[in-house]
């Protein structure tokens, strides 16, 4: 995170916000992408093929577009970071389950409890985001200045 400034960060939490209120305004739904994500993956039943189509439709839009838009910025002249990977695939692969494991058990994920459920002033998104943030910063501590460090 070399180019992070206070404007930049602003910026784009403004934008998540943005996306996040016109997607609850406009479709009803809660931008937790973990959520949209498996609404998209789920698979059709004969008595909803129809209705499914819809619903996939946007879910695809949501996820085209998290994934396009820094590929079009980059093509404007944004740079496009790459992640620094110090971990092993093998422990990245079993950090990604663990996550998977959580997101399914909080019944959401970051995005969907700590943008738009902390919005709504949802209790069970406020824990769920505070017990995220205090998971963080140990695992954090843990591994710079414990085990790893």
């Keep these: 995170m070399h180019d992070f400034t206070p ?3 602003l910026a784009g939490g403004a ?3 943005l996306a996040a209120a016109l997607l609850m305004l406009l479709t ?3 931008a937790g992408v973990t959520g949209i994500v498996g609404g998209a993956l789920q698979a059709d039943t004969a ?3 129809a209705d499914r189509s819809a619903d ?3 879910r ?5 577009g998290l994934i396009g838009a820094p590929l079009i910025a980059a093509l404007f002249g944004a740079p496009l970071p790459r992640p620094a ?4 695939l093998v422990v990245v692969a079993i950090a990604g389950l663990l996550v998977g494991f959580g997101t399914r058990m909080g019944n959401g994920c970051t995005s969907g409890h700590g943008v738009c459920g902390f919005a709504r002033l ?6 769920a985001t505070c017990i995220f943030m205090l998971t963080a910063i140990a695992t954090v501590a843990i591994v710079r200045h414990g085990i790893g460090g």
């Design 7 to 9: 404007l930049s960060g």
């Design 15 to 17: 934008l998540i916000g």
């Design 28 to 30: 009803g739904r809660i």
């Design 47 to 49: 008595d909803r093929s």
């Design 56 to 58: 996939r439709s946007w």
């Design 60 to 64: 695809i839009a949501f996820i085209a």
């Design 85 to 88: 990977m110090n971990a092993s």
């Design 122 to 127: 949802s209790g069970r998104s406020i824990v």
